[in-house]
């Protein structure tokens, strides 16, 4: 079955600090991936996908994520972590099975506090 | 680009009352739109797939008759909940990905909807 692990429902960092947030998927195939972000009372909002190519992905407001396929990874990292990156954020996959429906597969979530 | 609005953000109503609520994507043309529920501090549960043209497809253990999804045009799909209840009240969060985009885009979200029952 396919799914996605967000192994810790929450991250705390001190600003300026660098934060990792964790995500690991079980896909057959090669996995489409995406991290979104949410903050209160907010819809979704996307951050970054890995598709194919290099392995360090770059999305908005200065995060990354590595997509390893050894370890079956794709952690969500940002060098300096500031105190409006608080938020909810979820990492994705691709249902291979849904057809052209392009439907995503969704971890629980990681809420991430930064503090001052 | 790639903008997604609901109306309304926030709506409470009676029990045995329905309520429709909008899923719009204003710049862009969205073959699919999905339907979500989000428990508090919780993850997103798809409730259903709304194609243009063509009945919605329901994730398992959710009721289409409950649940009422339209995709009457490429940039809009409606949710109306049927004799709500109490335990209807959620928020609810639409998404679209657009139309020619493949299998490897995004889904562009919408800021939710939060509909009280009382």
């Known amino acids: 079955a396919q799914s996605v692990a967000q192994p810790e429902d929450q991250v705390n960092v001190a600003e300026g600090n660098p934060l990792t947030v964790k995500c690991t998927y079980s896909?057959?195939?090669?996995?489409?991936l995406f991290w979104y972000v949410q903050y209160p009372n907010r819809g979704l909002q996307f951050l970054l996908k890995y598709i194919t190519g290099d392995n360090l992905v770059k999305g908005s407001y200065g995060f990354e994520a590595e997509f390893n396929k050894s370890q079956t990874s794709f952690h969500l990292k940002k060098p300096s972590a500031l105190v409006s990156d608080s938020a909810l954020y979820f990492c994705?996959?691709?249902?291979?099975?849904?057809?052209?429906?392009?439907?995503?597969?969704f971890g629980a979530g990681t809420r991430l506090a930064v503090h001052p | 680009g790639a903008v997604v609005s609901q109306h309304p953000s926030r709506v409470i109503c009676k029990s045995g009352t329905s309520v429709k609520i909008e899923c719009r994507s204003l710049?862009?043309?969205?073959?699919?739109m999905f339907w979500y529920r989000q428990f508090p501090k919780k993850s997103l549960m798809l409730m259903a797939t709304s194609n243009e043209g063509s009945k919605a497809t329901y994730e398992q253990g959710v009721e289409k008759d409950k649940f009422l999804i339209n995709h009457a045009s490429l940039t809009l799909s409606t949710l109306t909940v049927t004799s709500a209840h109490p335990e209807d009240s959620s928020f609810y969060i639409c998404?679209?990905?657009?139309?020619?985009?493949?299998?490897?885009?995004?889904?562009?979200f919408g800021p939710g909807t939060r509909l009280t029952v009382l």
């Open positions: 896909v057959s195939g090669n996995p489409y």
């Open positions: 710049d862009f043309q969205a073959t699919t």
């Open positions: 998404s679209a990905s657009p139309r020619g985009s493949g299998n490897y885009n995004e889904q562009f």
């Open positions: 994705a996959v691709r249902d291979r099975f849904s057809g052209g429906y392009n439907k995503l597969i």
